[in-house]
């Protein structure tokens, strides 16, 4: 699922153009609705032509409510920025630009609005024109411009064909099973409670998982999950997300708070960073600089102490060190923006470095500032986890190779990413780090945890009467090579997650449940066993009493033991037969077919597939018309 998200300036249309893409009207609040104008984050979803669902962020675009803008671009997949043709770039459309920018926004779309209000095709070239030119040296520099009327719907087939084919450029978001849920909005409703919403970052949430609201730490549980209005057991990563949940009041919960698991993150009130002021900001910025900042939906007053320089002067860079007056929680790779409270006006914004740092920074410290440039190209743990990522299943010793890392180097982040629980050993003990081992990022197992899942829960439900699904067909449908695939299995078994016996894997607490009119025909048959032990009704009377599917769950029961594919024995009778087959050879040192035959009152044809299997599995060996034990 995927998240796009308006920017532009007042009165460009951008309510207007989510309204025609959705068929509901953003501007929810009465006072937007009198004043015609957006305040406040709007949501909305559209079908994209392939089928494919897409959540829209509407942000209010007047500069008194840039702050709320900033709440709802943080999350996106794209943006568009929508310029109306009449009055063509304005103070927000670059500001709003210069956010999606810092933010490092991954794609967008450029959207010439209101081009019925256009004099002439001239006009509109010179505007493209105006907005390529602020678009230069941003991620929109390269991007797509539609052409479009959100009032008469003039474009917005070509419109929604751009955007299909922008989201389908960019890759899926990657699970890494810590999902957290920056809040933009907090409500309830009757009969329900409370529920927040949300873009969900970084893992899946499901039905039933406990909770914690951070920074506050209250606790709770998902009572239920929505994604575009339909209800679902679990969401995505990168999904718009209602979450209903149990155990907290409304009135605990604001927007700014996130929701993850619990004991997933820390909150903090001191960050590491590096900043960009932006080229057009009006005065330098000096340490000590009292600034609001903002990161995902959340928000706070900090100090800005500057590293390594006395200023930063417009569009320059630098390492800063910020110190919260509230308590947040962001990580790193984070990106943030910084505005000046009074007069209201936007720095800049970066990346987060060290969400944590142990303390103040000593400001002109070459060691700090080496410290943060190697933070910045990347630690060893995440280019060691970003080389797991790509290669999958793999032996230790690729992954290292891959990610170029020296031995110390590469030896203390493996030890990182096992203490965080982000590299998962396949076939060795982790606290025994060989190079051969195979091993798997954290996220790439919970994809394929997921996957097992989904397949095995699929087959129980077309196949309620079989045990579970046959090894070799989850196999293939893993698309994995036997060592890989069995390295994998051991690990979800021992993770407790699943039941791989028997040639066949099924969920934890799958039963197979007869209905009443199944257990008469068991009955019936069983009883038709019983009369004759050990001259049975034949695999094609079985079938034709209780069909295949009832036939074979009788036999992964081992209510019933196939001892050839034309015979089948009640297993009591079996091991019966097996029992006193082994006694006589024991007592004689040797048994024939006929003795078998005679010995049960039955036929040659049962004898001699009793026998068989008893020679097949090893209890016996045949040598010419007499058996021995083997």
Same mark, same amino acid.
């Given at each position: ?6 920017? =532009? ?25 009198? &004043?015609?104008?957006?305040? $406040?984050?709007?949501? /909305? ?80 070239? @010179? ?50 099973? &810590?999902p957290r849920l920056p809040i933009d909005r907090v409500f309830s409703l009757p009969g329900f409670g409370t529920i927040v919403t949300g873009t969900l970052l970084d893992g899946s949430l499901n039905v039933g998982d406990e909770i914690e609201v951070l920074p506050t730490g209250l606790t709770g549980r998902v009572r239920g999950l929505q994604t575009h209005n339909q209800k679902e057991n679990s969401a995505p990563p ?61 928000? *706070?007053?900090?100090?800005?102490? @500057? ?42 914004? =970066? ?67 096992? &203490?965080?629980?982000? @590299? ?7 606290? *025994? ?34 045990? /579970?699904?046959?090894?070799?067909? @989850?196999? *293939? ?22 039941? $791989?016996?028997? =040639? ?42 209780? =069909? ?15 001892? *050839? ?33 005679d010995l049960f009152e039955t036929s040659r044809k049962y004898a001699q597939a009793v026998l068989e299997k008893l020679d097949d599995t090893g209890v016996t060996i045949r040598d010419g018309d007499i058996r021995r034990l083997k």
């Open positions: 699922m995927r998240v796009i998200g308006t920017a =532009g300036h007042v009165d460009h249309g951008k309510s207007t153009l989510v309204a025609a893409l959705t068929g509901l009207h953003p501007d929810r609040l009465k006072e937007e609705q009198e &004043r015609e104008m957006t305040i $406040d984050l709007g949501f /909305g979803w559209f079908s994209l032509p392939d089928g494919e669902q897409v959540g829209v962020v509407d942000v209010p675009g007047h500069r008194d409510f840039i702050e709320n803008m900033l709440a709802g671009v943080g999350g996106i997949d794209a943006a568009l920025l929508v310029v109306a043709a009449d009055e063509g770039v304005m103070p927000q459309t670059r500001e709003h630009l210069s956010i999606l920018d810092l933010l490092q926004v991954p794609a967008g779309i450029l959207v010439l609005n209101k081009i019925d209000l256009a004099p002439d095709p001239a006009w509109l070239d @010179l505007v493209e024109k105006d907005i390529r030119t602020i678009a230069l040296g941003t991620p929109l520099q390269d991007a797509p411009c539609v052409r479009i009327s959100a009032r008469t719907g003039q474009g917005l087939d070509q419109l929604l064909q751009a955007v299909a084919e922008i989201l389908k450029a960019k890759p899926a978001r990657v699970d890494l099973g &810590r990168g999904a718009r997300t209602a979450v209903n949940i149990s155990g907290i009041d409304t009135n605990q919960v604001h927007r700014g708070e996130v929701l993850a698991h619990n004991d997933r993150y820390q909150v903090t009130r001191r960050m590491d960073a590096h900043f960009r002021l932006l080229k057009d900001c009006t005065i330098p910025v000096k340490h000590g600089t009292e600034v609001k900042f903002f990161a995902g939906t959340s928000e *706070s007053m900090a100090v800005l102490r @500057l590293l390594g320089v006395e200023e930063l002067r417009p569009g320059e860079a630098g390492w800063i060190q910020l110190e919260l007056s509230q308590p947040m929680v962001a990580i790193r790779g984070d990106h943030f923006i910084l505005r000046r409270p009074s007069p209201g006006e936007t720095l800049g914004g =970066g990346t987060i470095l060290d969400n944590n740092p142990k303390g103040r920074h000593k400001r002109f410290d070459d060691v700090v500032i080496d410290s943060l440039t190697a933070l910045a190209k990347g630690s060893p743990s995440d280019i060691l986890l970003e080389a797991s990522l790509a290669l999958g299943i793999a032996p230790l010793s690729k992954i290292i190779e891959r990610a170029r890392l020296d031995g110390d180097m590469a030896s203390l982040a493996v030890k990182d990413l096992i &203490r965080d629980g982000q @590299l998962v050993f396949l076939d060795s003990d982790p606290s *025994s780090i060989q190079d051969h081992a195979m091993v798997i990022a954290k996220p790439r197992w919970l994809d394929y945890q997921q996957q097992v899942m989904q397949i095995v829960h699929s087959y129980h439900g077309s196949y309620p009467l079989r045990r /579970g699904i046959p090894r070799e067909e @989850l196999r *293939s449908r893993l698309k994995l090579e036997g060592p890989l695939f069995n390295a994998i299995m051991n690990s979800f078994s021992i993770a407790g997650e699943f039941i $791989d016996k028997g =040639g066949t894997v099924a969920l934890i607490g799958h039963e197979i449940r007869y209905t009443a009119d199944q257990q008469k025909k068991i009955q019936s048959l069983l009883q038709k066993f019983e009369q004759h032990p050990y001259n049975p009704p034949s695999v094609k009377d079985c079938q034709a009493e209780v =069909g295949d599917e009832l036939l074979q769950a009788l036999l992964d029961s081992e209510q019933l033991v196939r001892a *050839s594919p034309e015979v089948i024995f009640r297993k009591i009778d079996h091991d019966t037969m097996v029992a006193r087959i082994r006694q006589v050879i024991q007592e004689r040192g040797r048994i024939t077919l006929a003795e078998v035959r």
